[in-house]
Antibody
Framework: EVQLVESGGGLVQPGGSLRLSCAASGFTFSSYAMSWVRQAPGKGLEWVSGISGGGGGTYYADSVKGRFTISSDNSKNTLYLQMNSLRAEDTAIYFC??????????????WGQGTLVTVSS | QSALTQPASVSGSPGQSITISCTGTSSDVGGYNYVSWYQQHPGKAPKLMIYDVSNRPSGVSNRFSGSKSGNTASLTISGLQAEDEADYYCNSYTSSITYVFGTGTKVTVL
């Protein structure tokens, strides 16, 4: 059974940093692209960042480029999102999601339960 | 990258069919057959309902179907049921090597 479990969310001050983790199990982690998707309170879904299976390529939305870094550790089957220079508008639930195939393919077929990031002084 | 455009709300009676549109550009929806649809109930993670424009994952009811014409993709729910009441989002791969979600549609079963 595929499972994705996020952790690392919390309250952080504007300008601060946070690292999110997503522990994956039930599939060959290195063979699939992964993404982070966020949802601000009461708002819609926003794709944030993605990484190719094996970590060969990383991709970012313009809203986080230069501030967030996605990475993965295939030995630990874990996806990460390092978030720096956080702003109030980064406040959201952050979901990790598994792609159906390679990065650029259609569909995120498994999602974690999400972890809440709150940026506030 | 601007969000894809969806109607804010769509409603229907049990047993009816409804269609949700998702309008983008030639740089996303119109340029690739990598459109997917998600159902999200309150407080839950999204669930994949359609991928590659019209394919259903295993376990998703055949009452859900997808299509695309030009820059607009559509999700049709036939035989509407109370459990279909949820938010629905489309998603597309883009020429910027990113993904973009739709604005979201709240489906109400009357």
């Amino acid at each position: 059974e595929v499972q994705l479990v996020e952790s690392g969310g919390g309250l952080v001050q504007p300008g601060g940093s946070l690292r999110l983790s997503c522990a994956a199990s039930g599939f060959t982690f290195s063979s699939y692209a992964m993404s982070w998707v966020r949802q601000a309170p009461g708002k819609g879904l926003e794709w944030v960042s993605g990484i190719s299976g094996g970590g060969g390529g990383t991709y970012y939305a313009d809203s986080v480029k230069g501030r967030f870094t996605i990475s993965s550790d295939n030995s630990k089957n874990t996806l990460y999102l390092q978030m720096n220079s956080l702003r109030a508008e980064d406040t959201a639930i952050y979901f990790c999601a598994k792609s159906t195939h390679f990065f650029g393919s259609s569909g995120f077929d498994y999602w974690g339960q999400g972890t809440l990031v709150t940026v506030s002084s | 990258q601007s969000a894809l455009t969806q109607p804010a709300s769509v409603s229907g009676s049990p047993g009816q069919s409804i269609t949700i549109s998702c309008t983008g550009t030639s740089s996303d929806v119109g340029g690739y057959n990598y459109v997917s649809w998600y159902q999200q109930h309150p407080g839950k993670a999204p669930k994949l309902m359609i991928y590659d424009v019209s394919n259903r994952p295993s376990g998703v009811s055949n009452r859900f179907s997808g299509s695309k014409s030009g820059n607009t993709a559509s999700l049709t729910i036939s035989g509407l049921q109370a459990e279909d009441e949820a938010d629905y989002y489309c998603n597309s791969y883009t020429s910027s090597i990113t993904y973009v979600f739709g604005t979201g549609t709240k489906v109400t079963v009357l």
